[in-house]
């Protein structure tokens, strides 16, 4: 289905550690905007994900211009974990709206060399600082009433991206996709966890 060409480009960027799916969100979201015609383009920047690494990936909308990655404005941010989401709120403006997971993992670098971690409530409250609104969700919470594994994380954040009035596709399209890229035996639990995950926002 053909779209009218956006009259600026929308970088919605995805931020966690590895093993969350991150990256695949990124690229669920890109084929929705690809199956409305509009072109989109996906930078993604990752370290060791096998330690928990920091994952970025940006979906770039209504541009076809590759995006250096860590470098671009960012209009939605979808937050897998409150630490990394932090670290590109710098990425964030007054016309920006996030979404975040409550949940911190600590990197083994601040284990290591014995850093405090900061509380929860004060990076909720430079996230809020940051960027024009931000909504907060208990996405792990989410994942156990559902029975589910930790590593469907993305399929509750994107349920959660659907839900914000400036998502740029339909909650609809982006669950096509996602069936489309589920085996059969999963789709149930994934239907499941993408309306909790709109439901924490919308409800």
């Not at 024009?132 to 208990?138: E, H, K, M, S, T």
Request: glycine residues 10%; hydrophobic residues 45%.
């Amino acid at each position: 289905m053909n779209q009218p060409a956006r009259v600026h480009p929308v970088n919605v960027l995805f931020a966690g550690v590895g093993g969350q799916g991150t990256l695949t969100a990124a690229r669920l979201l890109g084929e929705a905007v690809h199956r409305r015609g509009e072109p989109v383009v996906i930078s993604q920047l990752h370290g060791m994900s096998q330690r928990g690494g920091s994952v970025q990936a940006t979906t770039a909308i209504g541009s076809d211009d590759v995006l250096p990655p860590g470098h671009s404005r960012t209009d939605i941010l979808v937050g897998f974990e409150l630490l990394e989401s932090v670290r590109v709120a710098d990425r964030l403006d007054g016309a920006s709206v996030a979404i975040c997971n409550r949940w911190i993992v600590v990197p083994p670098s601040a284990t290591v060399a014995h850093r405090p971690v900061p509380a929860e409530a004060e990076l909720c409250a430079e996230l809020e600082r940051d960027a024009g609104a931000v909504r907060f969700i208990d996405a792990m919470a989410l994942l156990r009433q559902a029975g589910a594994r930790a590593s469907s994380i993305n399929i509750v954040m994107l349920g959660a991206l659907a839900a914000l009035a400036q998502c740029p596709v339909a909650a609809g399209e982006l669950l096509e996709v996602i069936r489309d890229s589920t085996a059969p035996a999963q789709w149930e639990m994934n239907q499941r966890l993408f309306s909790l995950g709109s439901l924490a926002v919308s409800g």
